[in-house]
């Protein structure tokens, strides 16, 4: 008989050694703990001679049929998996017609005979969210995966005689192998980008798995492949037809999204992104968060929403108390520092969440996909300077970059580089001549046009607007926007799904011409009118927000300000920065000579992390 499963959310662990079976499974042990906010409701092991695989699960239904590891028919070949694969049913009808026999009803399985017909060319076949790893024991093989865009994180510990891997970095902490280093060359290119752009992590010798990409590791030899190309061919189709393909490309992710043997809530703010979800699932329970300053709540425009779809709507306004002192939590919870100040509100929209649901959809992706950012304006808003010649912008660019860092300013310094040159991600928070200042080391670690570099040839040939979106895409939204919506959710134990970031809507998303994204006066042009047909109210028009919180006016109060004040001159604070500076940047703000609030901010989340994981732990 076969046993119905489907796990929605879980965490993997693992390592290769030749430990005997009594020290493996005592690692193993330690490493599972530390994830158990991924699968509270239970665990499975696999352990012989060469290696230990372990997996933490939540529950759907409480069968055997759900229990990780999967075996294939012989025991040969063994699997352990986090995410969820949307096409698992057409899939295993293939497979069963190529002969295979399946024990459970899980998409689990269904990878794992898939790579048995297919090798790694069943990653092509994929659609959802996914890491995983499968153990060959006769080829004595790890093989793993990590889906096309890093919905799913993976990492690992490589050096020249260890391997290990985890859905989190923590797993590694307790693990007898793991040597905890601070990787601080990285510290100016996170102060740039808000995050560590490469796959290099805080941590020395600990890696993200890209996305789309695959490894196998044999012999003490990690060999990384790339399976999926980032790539546009934006035509110029049929402006009604596209929006209809939209509408109807996106209802159909939305429905695959929704499959579930739970309820499935969605998150709901106040823009188009999260409303046109909400419109076209129509879940039982939508939640909000707010701030308890009314300048910045956004709750009635989703209650007002929920009410005209006749669902439910549950909000919280999040004090300022709440928020600073979950900081020192959160940090831990996403292993590296981040600064956007909206990951903490998604913690607490997670939380709220979890109280109801074990699922949950979001908005991330839609920007990036659909062209979604005001800064894609550029060269419209600019395009009587931009007739200029270069020559000419260029020198006004030369003289400006000496002048203080003002909004006018800062404008003719970009109007006079190249794409290339200048643009990071869309969420730029140092210069990078600032970054390096600020800190008392010199980095070894490439220049951030030196990290841009390899996609922007990627997409030689494309437009600006088209080379911006591949940025954000490979940094944005995969360091930052996935990540800190995985990290949130399965801090509360539940699982985020975002129909946005979906290989099938990219598909479409790809082929959107320039004008159908962009114009002078509006972003995500063709979706909003897709989004037009579906949403009641007239939250198709809005600018994303998110979950936007006072922080600004925050760090400029005493209370904020001496808890940043303190952590500024902490001894790591003296050893890594200038005292000078990053003091300056805080009072510049606090007196409102500058806008410094994200910078601040910055510098403080990593030494809060940095506590965290080096003092604390």
């Given at each position: 008989m076969l046993l119905e499963s489907r796990q929605i959310m879980c965490g993997i662990v693992g390592f290769v050694n030749k430990w005997d079976e009594k020290k493996k499974d005592k690692n193993l042990d330690l490493m599972l703990k530390r994830i158990i906010h991924r699968g509270p409701d239970g665990e499975g092991k696999y352990i012989d001679e060469n290696v230990a695989l372990g997996h933490r699960r939540l529950s759907i239904i409480d069968l055997e049929g759900g229990k990780q590891p999967i075996y294939n028919e012989d025991g040969n070949l063994i699997i352990i998996f986090n995410g969820e694969i949307y096409n698992y049913k057409e899939l295993k009808e293939d497979l069963v017609k190529c002969g295979h026999e399946f024990s459970t009803k899980s998409d689990t399985e269904v990878i794992l005979h898939g790579y048995e017909e297919y090798g790694e060319g069943i990653l092509d076949k994929l659609r959802g969210m996914f890491a995983f790893v499968i153990w060959d024991k006769n080829n004595k093989e790890l093989f793993g995966a990590r889906d096309h865009f890093g919905i799913k994180p993976f990492y690992y510990y490589y050096t020249d005689d260890k391997f290990m891997f985890a859905s989190e970095i923590k797993a590694f902490l307790d693990n007898e192998d793991f040597v905890k280093e601070l990787n601080r060359d990285v510290i100016p290119a996170y102060l740039s980008f808000n995050y560590s752009p490469l796959n290099d992590t805080f941590f020395k010798n600990v890696y993200k798995l890209e996305p789309g990409y695959y490894f196998r590791y044999k012999n003490g030899k990690l060999d990384l492949n790339k399976y999926f190309n980032l790539t546009f061919d934006e035509k110029s189709d049929d402006y009604d037809k596209l929006v209809d393909d939209i509408s109807e490309t996106m209802k159909e992710s939305v429905k695959h999204h929704m499959i579930s043997d739970v309820e499935v809530g969605s998150f709901l703010s106040s823009g188009i992104d999260s409303s046109y979800i909400v419109s076209l699932a129509k879940p039982n329970k939508t939640y909000t968060v707010g701030s308890d300053d009314p300048r910045y709540d956004e709750t009635k425009y989703a209650k007002d929403l929920a009410s005209k779809l006749g669902i439910e709507n549950v909000s919280k306004a999040i004090t300022k108390e709440e928020y600073i002192n979950i900081i020192p939590k959160l940090m831990y919870h996403f292993d590296e520092p981040v600064a956007d100040p909206a990951a903490i509100a998604l913690y607490f929209v997670a939380e709220l969440a979890s109280k109801d649901v074990k699922v949950v959809l979001s908005g991330e992706g839609a920007d990036e996909f659909f062209g979604g950012y005001g800064y894609y304006r550029r060269y419209i808003d600019a395009k009587f300077y931009n007739k200029l010649p270069f020559w000419f912008r260029r020198g006004v660019s030369k003289v400006c970059s000496l002048l203080p860092e003002v909004r006018g300013i800062n404008f003719l310094v970009r109007s006079g580089r190249t794409l290339e040159e200048d643009y990071i991600s869309v969420n730029k928070v140092f210069l990078e001549k600032e970054a390096h200042k600020i800190v008392n080391f010199k980095a070894n670690y490439p220049s951030n046009k030196e990290i841009c570099a390899p996609y922007y040839k990627e997409q030689s040939g494309q437009g600006n607007v088209t080379k911006m979106q591949a940025i954000d895409i490979k940094f944005w939204l995969v360091k930052d926007i996935l990540q800190k919506a995985d990290k949130m959710t399965m801090a509360n134990s539940i699982e985020g799904r975002v129909p946005f970031t979906d290989i099938e809507v990219f598909k479409l998303a790809r082929t959107i011409s320039y004008d159908h994204k962009i114009t002078k006066e509006n972003t995500k042009v063709a979706l909003r009118e897709a989004a037009k047909r579906d949403i009641p109210t007239e939250a198709y028009k809005k600018e994303k927000l998110g979950f936007p919180v006072p922080l600004r006016e925050w760090v400029r109060e005493d209370a904020v300000y001496n808890m940043?004040?303190?952590?500024?001159?902490?001894?790591?604070?003296?050893?890594?920065?200038?005292?000078?500076?990053?003091?300056?940047?805080?009072?510049?703000?606090?007196?409102?000579?500058?806008?410094?609030?994200?910078?601040?901010?910055?510098?403080?989340?990593?030494?809060?992390?940095?506590?965290?994981?080096?003092?604390?732990?």
């Open positions: 940043i004040k303190d952590k500024f001159n902490s001894p790591i604070s003296l050893e890594l920065f200038n005292n000078k500076k990053i003091m300056k940047l805080l009072d510049d703000h606090r007196n409102r000579k500058r806008d410094n609030y994200k910078k601040v901010w910055a510098v403080y989340c990593f030494l809060v992390w940095y506590d965290e994981f080096f003092i604390k732990n």
